[in-house]
Each structure stands twice: as structure tokens, then as C-alpha cells.
């Protein structure tokens, strides 16, 4: 929506009216002077000659490193929740739920639309992970974890599989099934051992150490 759409709506003006009301009266978004047909989100603030029509909203987004053990909710009702160890006093989400013995990359927001940016599996978003697994991996193994494997009544999408090890592999995935990777692996024979998330899109764990967090550059917020 742009100003003159918000005009028109909120004021019941014509196009011609909203286009005088702006030469006419001081509208300020986030603190500057509106131009006409200037975008409006949701999230910007809005001064009407001197009114607080609306207030910005500022938001914050994090790299987080989840400690293997740590349940991957903010019920403070359930035994090790995120929400017991987070070190933020604003609310903030995950973004990319983990399970309690895996670790590694969330991102931490309290913007809903990068939230559903990256959750939504029509997006196609990137995550990486590094897993190891309990038995030496096979040509044909790995083949499958490219190719798709049948889980949960679907077929996985195909995946970029690379070898670190005897034993273990780096997986880049573009969906988000719950325990996707441990079930992928158990339908093939293997039990994962360990299991860290390494990047999400743009946004890498980097050096962090478990439990650290650092705050995304303007890079990072896509």
C-alpha cells in the first residue's frame, strides 16, 4: 500500500483529494516528510500534522546457537525450553525448529514476515546441516538421501549430499518435515549420532558457541 491508498481508505478521500491532502497537511512516515505514492508497510510509523497515527516498529533478529538438550519451544511449562535460557528482554521466535538432541544455527525474531519467509516450504529456503551417523555410509545411501526418500507418507525433495567422513555428511535441505533428517537416515538403515544446523538461506552459525547468539547484519535480513 502506498500513501495515497492509505489516505483515500482511511479518510474516504477521492485520488484528486488524497493528492491535495498531502501538499495540504504534514504527513510524516517514520519521522520524514511523505512523497506521493510513497510505500507504507505495516511496520512503518505515521505523523499526521503533529498526530501520532501510527508508531514504528522496530525489530530484532538474531543468530542463535541452540544447545543439544534444549527443547526447541517458549512453553515455559515444558522441562529445558528455549524460552528458560534465552538471554534477550524482547519476545523473540525461532525460526527453524530443531529437536531436543540436535543443536546448532535458529534464528531468533520477532518480525512475522521473515518468519514466514523462511518457514514456508513454498519458498524453497535453504538449511544446512552436519550429521553423523552410527554405521559407514554407502554409495547407494547417499545416492538416496540426494534422490528422495519416502517418509511420512511423501517423498523427501532432493537434496545436495558431500562427505566429511567414513561417517559423516553435510546435507543442504529446502523442507522443513519434522525429524526430516533422522527419519530419512532410520528408512535407510542408520541412526544419526549427532546433528548441528550450520546455516539457514543466507544466515551461517559461523563461530558461535553453543548457547551464544549474535545480532544478523542488514546482509543477513533478506
Known amino acids: 500500500m502506498n500513501i495515497n ?11 484528486e483529494e488524497s493528492i491535495a491532502f498531502l501538499q495540504e497537511h504534514e504527513v510524516l512516515i517514520n519521522g520524514h516528510k511523505a512523497s506521493q ?24 533478529y538474531y543468530a542463535y546457537y541452540k544447545p543439544r538438550g534444549i527443547e526447541c519451544t517458549l512453553n515455559p511449562e515444558i522441562e529445558n525450553n528455549l524460552f528458560a535460557i534465552l538471554p534477550f528482554k524482547e519476545k523473540v521466535y525461532p525460526i527453524g525448529r530443531l529437536d531436543k538432541e540436535s543443536e546448532g544455527l535458529l534464528i531468533l525474531t520477532n518480525d512475522g514476515r521473515l518468519y514466514k519467509d523462511i518457514a514456508l516450504a513454498n519458498n524453497f529456503k535453504e538449511k544446512e546441516y552436519e550429521v553423523t551417523v552410527d554405521a559407514l555410509l554407502t554409495e547407494q545411501a547417499l545416492k538416496q538421501l540426494e534422490e528422495g526418500v519416502f517418509i ?25 518435515i ?5 527419519r530419512m537416515c532410520y528408512k535407510l538403515g542408520y541412526e544419526v549420532t549427532a546433528l548441528k544446523r550450520i546455516r539457514i538461506a543466507g544466515v551461517k552459525l559461523e563461530d558461535l558457541n553453543s548457547g551464544a547468539y549474535r545480532r544478523l547484519t542488514k546482509e543477513e535480513i533478506f
Request: charged share 30%.
Open 5 to 15: 491508498e492509505f489516505l483515500i481508505k482511511r479518510f474516504r478521500l477521492s485520488q
Open 37 to 60: 505514492r510513497e510505500a507504507l508497510t505495516k511496520e512503518d510509523g505515521l505523523m499526521i500534522d503533529g498526530e501520532q497515527i501510527r508508531e514504528e516498529q522496530t525489530f530484532s
Open 152 to 176: 511420512k507418507g511423501r517423498m523427501t525433495r532432493p537434496a545436495t549430499v558431500q562427505t566429511t567422513g567414513p561417517q559423516s555428511f553435510r546435507i543442504v535441505l529446502t523442507q522443513g
Open 178 to 182: 519434522n525429524r526430516q533428517i533422522r
